[in-house]
């Protein structure tokens, strides 16, 4: 079995978890490893075993054995890293949120059509099997008709440079929020009437914490709260005229529990023992490397785009702006 050489563009906290998930696959082997620092990136590859220690980004790209790029810096350096990748024809596997606006996913994207390389946004709960459990079961009726969903998504990071600083795309909604969005299109689709949403602002000007209410043309009500100052309870609950679906934890799904009419508990889906539960964006974009697709269906660009504009909409209603908006 062929093993993929993976390169990775960044060292901080996300690269380190993705590290970790090539390390514990079969699949892959970590290779390459790039930062702006040659020190960082040599500190990082002893550390996680890689082949490979580039002091620039140019270096990683122009290197022939490399087989797929993780990009793992913040999202304001997304459009640019991935716009590098693609113009020397590598595979990118770009870390959520896909870009800082909905103008630069559009550009990268029709850059990766036009250049024909494969890339595809890492959010990961779109990759998982829970994921695509949830949206079965709702196919299915097992709640009969849906009509509520609720999601919250809440960590304490709110002094984290990359949180803090817009020109870092910084705020709540492009890191975490991004996961209640993407849960509730999951879930309820994308055929949307009206949003409604209040925001809280930092001190410097990004979204500290929201509530995003949507409404959909079927008479679906999702409803949406994400914090960068408070640890929540990341639970999903979807409400259905028979019966309940709870989900443990939006962020990295581990149980689903279905409640009849009667409350009680009618069936429980554990997720899968996982690496990291990044594995799985990675399988998927081997897959899509190895049938020469552009992009995942996992993850399509036009809902990578949708969601972007989507965004955009929320921050030009709040008055958080970027300095590429």
Same mark, same amino acid.
């Given at each position: 079995m062929k093993k993929y050489k993976i390169g990775i563009i960044g060292c901080g906290h996300i690269a380190e978890k993705m590290a970790a998930t090539i390390n514990g696959m079969d699949e892959t082997e970590c290779y390459a490893v790039a930062s702006r620092s040659i020190d960082k990136a040599q500190k990082f590859a002893s550390k996680w075993n890689?082949?490979?220690?580039?002091?620039? @980004? !140019? !270096? &990683?790209?122009?290197?022939?054995?490399?087989? &797929?790029? @993780?990009i793992a810096t913040p999202h304001s350096h997304h459009y640019e890293h991935a716009r590098l990748c693609i113009m020397n024809g590598k595979p990118v596997l770009c870390e959520k949120s896909f870009t800082a606006n909905v103008r630069q996913a559009e550009e990268l994207i029709n850059l990766a059509e036009e250049k024909n390389v494969f890339i595809t946004e890492a959010i990961w709960t779109r990759y998982m099997p829970l994921s695509v459990k949830m949206v079965e079961l709702l196919n299915e009726g097992v709640?009969?008709?849906? @009509?509520? &969903?609720?999601?919250? &998504?809440?960590?304490?990071?709110a002094d984290k440079e990359r949180i803090a600083r817009p020109e870092l795309a910084g705020g709540a909604l492009l890191d975490i929020g991004v996961y209640t969005l993407n849960f509730a299109a999951m879930a309820f689709g994308n055929d949307i009437k009206e949003t409604q949403s209040a925001c809280q602002l930092t001190d410097t000007g990004v979204d500290g914490q929201e509530n995003i209410t949507i409404f959909y043309n079927d008479?679906?009500?999702?409803?949406?709260?994400s914090s960068v100052y408070a640890q929540t309870d990341r639970m999903g609950v979807i409400s259905g005229d028979k019966g309940f679906m709870v989900i443990e934890n939006i962020n990295n799904p581990e149980c689903i529990k279905i409640f009849g009419e009667d409350y009680k508990l009618k069936a429980e889906y554990k997720a899968p023992e996982q690496i990291t539960g990044f594995e799985y964006q990675v399988r998927a974009s081997i897959e899509g490397i190895e049938n020469g697709w552009k992009e995942s269906p996992y993850m399509p660009h036009k809902e990578t785009i949708r969601i972007m504009r989507q965004m955009d909409e929320l921050r030009k209603n709040w008055g958080v702006k970027y300095p590429w908006d």
């Open positions: 890689f082949s490979k220690a580039y002091g620039s @980004y !140019e !270096e &990683l790209v122009y290197d022939n054995q490399v087989d &797929l790029i @993780y709640i009969g008709k849906p @009509y509520t &969903l609720s999601a919250n &998504l809440g960590y304490v990071i008479g679906k009500m999702a409803s949406l709260q």
